[in-house]
């Protein structure tokens, strides 16, 4: 089936999981939004929340769209129900994938979540580890500079790895074998994270993951695309030669154009 694929974060972050996808399904084309327009989302309510969300999902699915992936790990945690509800098409979110790597990860059973605070307050990732994994010790920490700090282009600045240290002392002391990195705008300060928490702790990018649970999905539906090759589109809410600067910049990601399309 030849219908794009839609992927969806509140700004480049997400572009992580497009890029997961991108390398295991080449033959499916993909169209991204980043709401930029409203970034962050993780300071904001889940009723604002899901309504960016349905916003954005309506618009994609406009496009023609025969999944969505919320690579959002906020929109995940507080809108994926709403979402999986009115759309009529398969939804996957990034936060069941994430919670499966950590359990197979964790040799200790003591695991890290750092997110935003809308994610952290949620408790969604420490409840899917509880069901994956008995009597795991889950530890949240809301980070809520790092997403500024990405879409600064700031991911290797000495003030970065400043702010991880701050943040990352109450995990540490935890003693965490294991770390989600539960924004997709994280593992792109996976070099400043990994010289906080020094090498016995795994880092865990829910990313690769999720490509993996598209492609079985598409499969199990026989969705998938004949072609060998696809193009991709990218859309944002604001700011659309920003948002295509820092594509190319942290992820290498490169398109002809962003094309802006604003929330009524």
Known sequence: MNRPIGVFDSGVGGLTVLQAIARRLPGESLVYFGDTAHLPYGNKSREAVTRFSLEVARFLRRRDIKLLVVACNTASALALPRLKRELGIPVIGVIEPGARAAARATRTRRV?????????????????????????????????????????????????????????????????????????????????????????????????????????????????????????????????????????????????????????
């Not at 700090?149 to 400043?162: D, I, M, N």
């Not at 989600?180 to 690769?208: F, M, N, Q």
């Not at 295509?244 to 962003?258: I, N, P």
């Open 112 to 264: 890290g979540i750092i997110a935003t605070e809308a994610t952290v307050s949620s408790n969604a990732y420490q409840s899917a580890l509880r069901r994956l994994l008995p009597g795991v010790k889950a530890v949240g920490k809301a980070c809520p500079l790092f997403v500024p700090l990405v879409e600064e282009g700031w991911w290797s600045h000495p003030v970065t790895t400043a702010v991880a240290r701050e943040y990352l002392a109450e995990v540490s002391k935890a003693r965490v074998d294991t770390l989600i990195l539960g924004c997709t705008h994280y593992p792109l300060l996976k070099p400043a994270l990994a010289s906080v928490v020094g090498p016995g702790v795994r880092l865990i990018d829910s990313a690769e993951e999720t490509a993996r649970e598209v492609a079985e999905l598409l499969e199990r539906l026989n969705l998938r695309s004949p072609r060998r090759k696809a193009a991709h589109r990218f859309f944002a809410s604001d700011g659309p030669k920003r948002f295509l600067s820092l594509a190319k910049r942290l992820l290498g990601v490169t398109a002809d154009r962003v094309t802006i399309w604003r929330f009524e």
